[in-house]
């Protein structure tokens, strides 16, 4: 059985930093792409970022991308997203996501396209 775990969330003030942490199990990292999702109420669930171990790929939606750093550490089986210079508007419920093989710069984005995910965790960004 696939677990995600997230951890890391909390309230931070605007140009703060946040690291969160995606623990997976029952999957290995090296195999699987780990998606970064959040969302607010009453929006739709938005791709932040993606790691992908077994092609050397990282992905970043706009909104974040020169603020927001992803990265693995397949000895713990965890994918982290450092999130730096952060904005009232990052403010969201953040999922990770696990998805096997390799997406591509045209459907890393997609949520379908993963088939768990976590329980999410809180980050509140006060202006």
């Known amino acids: 059985e696939v677990q995600l775990v997230e951890s890391g969330g909390g309230l931070v003030q605007a140009g703060g930093s946040l690291r969160l942490s995606c623990a997976a199990s029952?999957?290995?990292?090296?195999?699987?792409?780990i998606g970064w999702f959040r969302q607010v109420p009453g929006k739709e669930r938005e791709a932040v970022s993606c790691?992908?171990?077994?092609?050397?790929?990282?992905y970043y939606s706009a909104s974040v991308k020169g603020r927001f750093t992803i990265s693995g550490d397949i000895a713990k089986n965890t994918v982290y997203l450092q999130m730096d210079s952060l904005k009232p508007e990052d403010t969201a419920v953040y999922y990770c996501a696990s998805q096997y093989g390799r997406p591509s710069l045209a459907n890393w984005h997609i949520p379908w396209r993963y088939d768990d995910w976590g329980q999410g965790t809180q980050v509140t960004v006060s202006s």
């Open positions: 029952g999957l290995t990292v090296e195999d699987y792409a």
């Open positions: 790691f992908s171990d077994s092609d050397d790929m990282v």
